[in-house]
């Protein structure tokens, strides 16, 4: 499987990109046949799975589940190293660039790194920014770190640049898991101008109107996770 690349495509083409996002702590896995034939029927290119935490270790049961259940490629978004399990396709290679908390810049990095070179995962380097969401989200309590406010919008377009430059091959625009108000418009448009690697938006997108807008300011892959979480019925139509 190739995922970087067809993300390339995608973005050459236009072709929209939506992940759903499976949290290895909520999702009953008795149910995830039902959660799959949903997800089948829908948009949902990809499906991206972790968590800010994952305490009883959840991550592979159902990483090994979707690969039984399902040929969407299955991608790692991993709040720690512990989050690394071989049996999915892919691992966004996150760095808390936003923050100033070396530990999530590149110390969880360092003690995945010789799980990954044993492993086969397509690993795919991602400049990952918090962004004030209107609430403090797992992300922020986890990493110790404090989100971009909305209006710094030249640290976060420097930011978002900057990760380019340092090789990120995606960066993700982040505002946090239930966050009250997803990424503005604005940032996802200046972002976008300035960067030319592909662009991931998520957090707090509760709507088709929030995911159209998000996709029309420039988003090439959005993700969804609460929303689906509260209606299984998001993606319908
Ligand atoms: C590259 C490797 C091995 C690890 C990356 C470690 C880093 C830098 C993580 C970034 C910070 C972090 C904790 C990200 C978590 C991302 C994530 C899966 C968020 C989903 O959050 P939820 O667990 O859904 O939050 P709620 O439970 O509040 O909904
Ligand atoms: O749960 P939501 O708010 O959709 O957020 C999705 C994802 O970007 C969280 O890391
Ligand atoms: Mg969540």
Redesign the pocket.
Known sequence: MNIYKNILSAKTDQKKLLAV?L?P??VDIEKLPSFLDKIHKSMVTHIFV????DENQQIETLVNALKKLSKLPVIL?????E??INAADG?L????VSGRNSE?LIG??I??AQTLKRNSLEIIPTG?LLIDGGTE???QR??KTTPLAQDQLKEIVSTALASEYLGQKLIYLEAG??AKKPVSTTIIKEVKKQISVPLIVGGGIRNKQQLEQAYIAGADLVVI??AFELNLNFFDS
């Open positions: 996002l949290d702590e909520k972790g968590g800010s935490t978004f991993p709040g720690s190293s989050q690394v691992l290679f996150l760095s808390l999530y969880q990095q003690k995945a990952y989200t797992a992300v986890v990493s898991s239930g996770g609460t």
